[in-house]
Structure formats: C-alpha cells, structure tokens
Nanobody, 123 residues
Framework: VQLQASGGGLVQAGDSLRLSCAAS????????MGWFRQTPGKGREFVAT????????YYADSVKGRFTISTDNAKNMVYLQMNSLNPEDTAVYYC?????????????????WGQGTLVTVSS
C-alpha cells in the first residue's frame, strides 16, 4: 500500500491550499482515510477523517469550518481543502488509511501512512 501526499507549500495567512493524497496497492472501500499533522516538538495531531464512501466526515475543532476532506473514488484520491489558513496551521501534513474512528477520535491508529507534505503559513 502506498499513500503519496502532495500540495504543500508556503502561503500567507488567509490563503487557501489543497492537499492531495494518491492511494494505491489495495481496495480502500469501507476504509477510513484521514489527514494528520505534526509540528516540531509535538505529537501527531488528528485533522480530519472520512469514510472512503464519503458518507461520514469528521474534523478537529481547530479546523472545523475551514478545512474540507473529500475523496474521488474513481481516482483513488483523498483531498484536504484548507481555507483561511493561519500560522498555527503550519505543520507537516500526513495522509493515512485504516484505523477505527468513533466517538470523536481514532480508537485504533491508521495502518498506512504517507510521507508527509509541509505546509507553511506566514503571518
């Protein structure tokens, strides 16, 4: 299984950015797909998750209303549209597949992880 994240970059506060994650190597039906982020000195933080069918989406409170996660099943792609970015969103963003999400958090960690893409938001 491979997850290839892309789309990171340097933007200014208030700008938008869309991250993409190309998934390959297995069938992802009935699998949660998620985005996480990590900054130096901090653990990996949950950002958003979606069922592969797209029927359920969940977000961290810090990004709710600004970020949107989506899938394109035909292309095996997962996206994270990020609007109204602020410097606190600066991090390496990872896409992930698998795991069990319920009750507002991952109960089991995702099985597969991409390599990360850096998002830097300047003030």
């Amino acid at each position: 299984v491979q997850l290839q994240a892309s789309g990171g970059g340097l933007v200014q506060a208030g700008d938008s950015l869309r991250l993409s994650c190309a998934a390959s190597g297995r069938t992802f039906s009935n699998v949660n797909m998620g985005w996480f982020r990590q900054t130096p000195g901090k653990g990996r933080e949950f950002v958003a998750t979606i069922t592969w069918s797209g029927t359920g989406t969940y977000y961290a409170d810090s990004v709710k209303g600004r970020f949107t996660i989506s899938t394109d099943n035909a292309k095996n792609m997962v996206y994270l549209q990020m609007n109204s970015l602020n410097p606190e969103d600066t991090a390496v963003y990872y896409c992930a597949a698998g795991g069990y999400y319920a009750g507002g958090r991952y109960r089991t960690s995702p099985t597969y992880w991409g390599q990360g893409t850096l998002v830097t938001v300047s003030s």
